[in-house]
Each structure stands twice: as structure tokens, then as C-alpha cells.
């Protein structure tokens, strides 16, 4: 963290809507994602305001690695940007997440999409997410939390269609509860 700007680091006197996006290939990801949908609904300065349906997705990137679940949250915030990107670094952290391979596996994966109408170039906080716009694996849950979002001017269902990995994207349906102890440690979409 270098010389952030004032604007993200300024907490705003009412709440301001954002867009948060959620990914995870590594553990229990359906467990993982729904104890971060938790954290972020009782944090005293967010209220979530819609959570899409889990998406089931392709590893985007290159690495070989397992299918995502991924989820989008909308929230109303009194936090900051930079704060709230914080928040999100914790969850990570709380999830044992370990940072080795760009855009490799993760238990948890928090991104800030969207904040308000903020606009940053700085690169430890880029807003709106700079890559959102071309992947479904965020787009297309966004879409099905709002479908009547917009990223740029743009709606977002569209540029969910246009993107390379459209097709990859499924609704996820969860198989019938796993026996206990029988967990292999792996991955569990
Ligand atoms: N909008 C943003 N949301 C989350 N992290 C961001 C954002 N803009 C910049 N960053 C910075 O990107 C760094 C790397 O983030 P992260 O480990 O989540 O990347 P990644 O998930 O591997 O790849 P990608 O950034 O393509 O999603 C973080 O340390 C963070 O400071
Ligand atoms: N399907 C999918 N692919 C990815 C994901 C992700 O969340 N889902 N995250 C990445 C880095 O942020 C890189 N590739």
C-alpha cells in the first residue's frame, strides 16, 4: 500500500452501493463462500442487499486447476474502499489462503467490483475491477443478482454474453450431502 488517494481511503457519511465478487476452487468451497456471505452480512458497516446463486465455472487464466464457485454479493457500505478491500484480504486470510500461483487456486478469492461511482487507477485498488468486463465468471452471477446491472455503461448481462468464458458458466446444483468423514480434502464442486 503506497500513497493511496484520499477518495479511497474516506469512508462516506451514507451508505453507498457495491459490488462485490467471490471466488473459490480450493476445500469446502460451497461452506467457504456461504461463511463469507455471513462475515459480510453481520459487519456493522454492511448490509448485504442481494447474493446471486453460486455459478460453477471454468478456471480462467491458463493454470490447470479445478472448476470455481463463484458468487457475486451487492452491499450498501459505510466503509471506505480501501477498508472494504480490507475486509475482503481478512476473510481471505480466515480462509487460509495462500498467495503462490497468479491466478491459481484459492480457497478464497474476494474481489471489489464495483464501489459507488469511484473510479481508481491505483493499482492496489483498481475500480471498477479492471478485468470484470470480460469475465463471465463474475458478470454472469452479477447478472443474476441484478439483471439490470450496468459496468461502464454497459449492461452487464450483455458483456456477460460477449465473453470468452460465457459458455463455462453454469448454475451450480449442489449434489446430495456428503457422508461424514468421507471428505477426501479436496475439492468439492
Ligand atoms: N478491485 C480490486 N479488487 C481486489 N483486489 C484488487 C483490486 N484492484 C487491485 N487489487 C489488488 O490486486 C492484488 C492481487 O489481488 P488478487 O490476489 O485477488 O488477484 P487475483 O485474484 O489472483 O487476480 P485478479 O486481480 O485478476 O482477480 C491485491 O493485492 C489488491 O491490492
Ligand atoms: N473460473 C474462474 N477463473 C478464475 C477465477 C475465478 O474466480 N473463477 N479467478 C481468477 C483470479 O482472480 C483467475 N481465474
Excluded: C, K
Excluded at 48 to 66: I, M
Excluded at 72 to 86: G, N, R, S
Amino acid at each position: 500500500m503506497s500513497d493511496l488517494p484520499p477518495h479511497l481511503l474516506t469512508a462516506p457519511a451514507h451508505p453507498v452501493p457495491a459490488v462485490i465478487a467471490l471466488g473459490s476452487n480450493l476445500g469446502d468451497s460451497q461452506q467457504i463462500l456461504a461463511d463469507a456471505v455471513a462475515a459480510f452480512d453481520s459487519h456493522e458497516h454492511i448490509r448485504v442487499t442481494a447474493v446471486s446463486p453460486l455459478a460453477q465455472t471454468a478456471p480462467v487464466g491458463g493454470v490447470e486447476q479445478p472448476d470455481f464457485l463463484n458468487q457475486v454479493l451487492l452491499i450498501d457500505t459505510t466503509l471506505a474502499p480501501w477498508a472494504l478491500l480490507q475486509f475482503g484480504h481478512a476473510l481471505e486470510q480466515a480462509a487460509a489462503r495462500v498467495r503462490d500461483i497468479r491466478w491459481g487456486p484459492r480457497t478464497l478469492d474476494v474481489d471489489v467490483i464495483a464501489y459507488d461511482d469511484v473510479v481508481s487507477d491505483h493499482p492496489d485498488l483498481i475500480l471498477p475491477h479492471p478485468r470484470a468486463h470480460e469475465r463471465a465468471f463474475v458478470l454472469t452471477p452479477w447478472s443474476w443478482a441484478d439483471p439490470n446491472a450496468v459496468l461502464a455503461g454497459t449492461p452487464v448481462a450483455a458483456l456477460a454474453a460477449a465473453a470468452d468464458d460465457a459458455a463455462t458458466v453454469i448454475q451450480f446444483e449442489p449434489g446430495p450431502p456428503r457422508a461424514p468423514g468421507r471428505d477426501s480434502g479436496g475439492h468439492n464442486v
